[in-house]
């Protein structure tokens, strides 16, 4: 890749009139965690590269970096505007109660630095005990979702503004039907799932801090796969990136992983 030139990154349209979602971004998750000037340092080189689609969320403790982030790019030129970039968060299942859904959109976008979202999602499909920002969660501190009240409440952000799209991510498909009969809003995308991935349809989000990384991972919209090679590709088995195993609590609303996923594991 040209080290002077942006990559053009393919986007599709989320709903009718929705934004539109860069098939690339970048994930902004770290285990262990990361110190906030790293990580703000990171996005600043992945928007210097041409990432626009930066995602986060309460439970990483990445959104103040990455609204400095934003704040410095914007200063430096590096975007002319807060609207060149796609911006994901979500909502944690300690939030995930319908009166507070709202309350924890707005802090999001306070340590964000921003006006709004772009994709505002329900990030596990469980709650809370309300309050308590942590991973794993304890056992006892599960509860089941109202997901008729919190989606109510996500609709609700939409309507005002703070959010462009809302969604889910790590539902079973039987929970995304569910939500769909009772939404007045529905969700713009289930689950944000390099090239085999992108010929496929799906937005892919990669994470690295490390600079050739992120130009590599850029570097897959100029080439194809051979019939072949995604033939063999699609035969290696599938498994799930988290198999869920930390929401299961016997003192939670599922006891099992088959409970998790509905049977979809």
């Excluded at 995602?55 to 609207?83: F, Q, V």
């Amino acid at each position: 890749m040209d080290g002077n030139s942006l990559v053009n990154i393919p986007e599709v349209l989320l709903g009718s009139s929705g934004p539109r979602l860069p098939l690339l971004g970048m994930g902004t998750a770290t285990s262990p965690l990361v110190g906030s000037d790293e990580i703000k340092t990171a996005i600043l080189q992945a928007i210097e590269l041409g990432y626009r689609h930066f995602d986060t969320a309460t439970l990483y403790r990445t959104e103040e970096p990455l609204g400095e982030a934003i704040i410095e790019a914007l200063s430096r030129g590096l975007i002319k505007s807060r609207e060149e970039l796609f911006i994901t968060s979500k909502l944690w299942c300690s939030d995930a109660h319908s009166n507070l859904v709202i309350p924890a959109l707005q802090k999001s976008l306070k340590a964000l630095q921003l006006e709004y979202l772009d994709l505002y999602l329900i990030h596990w499909p469980v709650s809370s005990r309300p309050g308590i920002y942590e991973f794993p969660i304890k056992k006892e501190d599960f509860l089941p979702m109202d997901f008729k009240g919190v989606w109510a409440a996500m609709e609700e952000c939409h309507k005002l503004g703070l959010t462009k799209s809302i969604g889910v991510s790590n539902f079973s498909c039987k929970k995304l039907s569910d939500l769909l009969a009772m939404a007045e809003v529905p969700p713009a995308i289930n689950q944000i799932c390099l090239r085999w991935a992108y010929e496929q349809g799906v937005c892919i989000l990669v994470k690295s801090f490390h600079s050739e990384r992120m130009k590599e991972n850029l570097d897959i919209f100029n080439w194809t796969l051979s019939e072949e090679e995604l033939k063999k590709i699609s035969e290696i088995p599938q498994s799930r990136g988290s198999s869920g195993v930390d929401y299961i609590s016997d003192k939670g609303p599922f006891k099992t992983l088959e409970e998790l996923w509905d049977g979809e594991i």
